[in-house]
């Protein structure tokens, strides 16, 4: 069983930048994939960034390609979000998430969710 404990997320102004951490326990990190998803409020939960489980390999969703950064650091068992310019859009609770199907958007492929940290960008 693995658990996920997402921490970084606040309130900041449009522009600014915040660094959301995920760190795992009770399972063999590297061999997951680690995704980024976030639900804004009456909508439903959507994909942000993947990572595989060496790191070669990443995915982000369209709307936040050039700001937000996925990297992972399989020592720590952590898997970090950068996120740079954030829009009020980018307003969401945003969730970590673990899975052994690969890079994928879907997120019924990810079998561990941690409790999510709410991100809250003012305009």
């Known amino acids: 069983q693995v658990q996920l404990v997402e921490s970084g997320g606040g309130l900041v102004q449009a522009g600014g930048s915040l660094r959301l951490s995920c760190t795992a326990s009770g399972g063999t990190f590297s061999k997951y994939t680690m995704a980024w998803f976030r639900q804004a409020p009456g909508e439903e939960r959507a994909f942000v960034a993947a990572?595989?489980?060496?790191?070669?390999?990443?995915r982000n969703t369209d709307s936040v390609k050039g700001r937000f950064t996925i990297s992972r650091d399989n020592a720590k068992n952590t898997v970090n979000l950068q996120m740079n310019s954030l829009k009020p859009e980018d307003t969401a609770v945003y969730y970590c998430?673990?899975?052994?199907?690969?890079?994928?958007?879907?997120?019924?492929?990810?079998?561990?969710w941690g409790q999510g940290t709410r991100v809250t960008v003012s305009s």
């Open positions: 990572i595989s489980g060496s790191g070669a390999n990443t």
């Open positions: 998430a673990a899975g052994q199907m690969g890079v994928t958007i879907v997120p019924d492929y990810y079998n561990y």
